[in-house]
């Protein structure tokens, strides 16, 4: 048969990561396109800080979860050290998850994977007089949208072909595609009517403030500073539910006061841009092949969305068994041509 033809619908981290895997992993044995309505810097991808700390994704097995994180701190930490890094936006920033109350101080899931991971000491505690315990460590960052377009041009020199194209129903490609790899995001609440996906609202400040090098977390995961290689993001926001990706002003005032109060010199924090977007949220990532039929025609379908707060953390994982999935469907093509043969 003609080798089969892949489309990867959405180019925000996911859909760039997943594209980008499946080329990696099936060099000759497909051809691979890329639609996409909006690419960077107008997607959820480029509002994120892009942090190496885990969300946890309660529907999903937490060995599953480390696997997914540990491939992705492997992947950028070989970028990170290599002479690409600075292209790819990946760097190292050392810092601190601080808590107020020490139940919550609990050894998480990742420590070992993240580098140095140990209590904070009493003397580095003094810099928080409201919190008693605390996390140092060393992780990864990805700065957006730097990392997204390394990506893109790494799509390019592995021949995918890159379209604008909103879908409004993923059966309007069978005629043109094989598989359809769909990693749209919060789209999918439309694109295939998933109702256990929502949107969780996050306001963030991009800031000049090169001084700060360290990242602070608020262990209730709400205020964050996270210093990137051009500027420092300031957070944040989860609001459930809310579709409004206007920035509020009263929000972006509460922000900046609650990270001042965490790191006082970023009072003089210069040229602040204020950024909203929808994390694509679910109990557990949907990751998973389906076979769409029509009157007799069928249309495989493997589905990668619905990330929400921790898509940067486990991307690549993500996208090594999403490849994984492109190539048992490739397998039933092959099978059913070669059936069709005898
Ligand atoms: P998106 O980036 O939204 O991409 C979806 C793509 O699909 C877009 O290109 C869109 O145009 C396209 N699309 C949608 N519908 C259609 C359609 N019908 N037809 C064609 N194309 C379509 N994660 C971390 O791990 N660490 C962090 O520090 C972090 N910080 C965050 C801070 C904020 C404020 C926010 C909002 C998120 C943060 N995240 C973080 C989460 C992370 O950003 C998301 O998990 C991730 O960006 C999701 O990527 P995605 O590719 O699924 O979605």
Known sequence: MAAPRVAVVGAGLIGLSTALRIAEVNPSCCSITLLSEQFSPNTTSDVAAGMLIPHTYPGTPIHVQKQWFKETFTYLFAISNSDEASEAGIHLVSGWQIFKNPSEAEVPFWSDIVLGFRPMS??????????????????????????????????????????????????????????????VGIGARQLVGDQQLFPIRGQVLKVHAPWVKNFIRDGDGLTYIYPGIDSVTLGGTREKESWCLSPDPGTTKDIFDRC?????????AQDIRVKVGLRPSRSCVRLQREVLSQGGAKLLVVHNYGHGSGGFSVHRGTAEEAAHLVGECIAVLQGSSSKAKL
């Open 122 to 183: 009493a003397a580095e505690l003094q810099k928080f007089p409201q919190h008693s315990h605390g996390q140092a460590f060393t992780t990864l960052k990805c700065d957006c949208p730097p990392y997204l377009l390394w990506l893109e041009k790494r799509l390019k020199a592995n021949g995918v072909q890159i379209h604008t194209r909103k879908v409004t129903d993923l059966w309007e490609l069978h005629r043109e595609y094989d598989i359809v790899v769909n990693c």
């Open 260 to 268: 001042c109060s965490l790191e006082p010199s970023l009072q003089r």
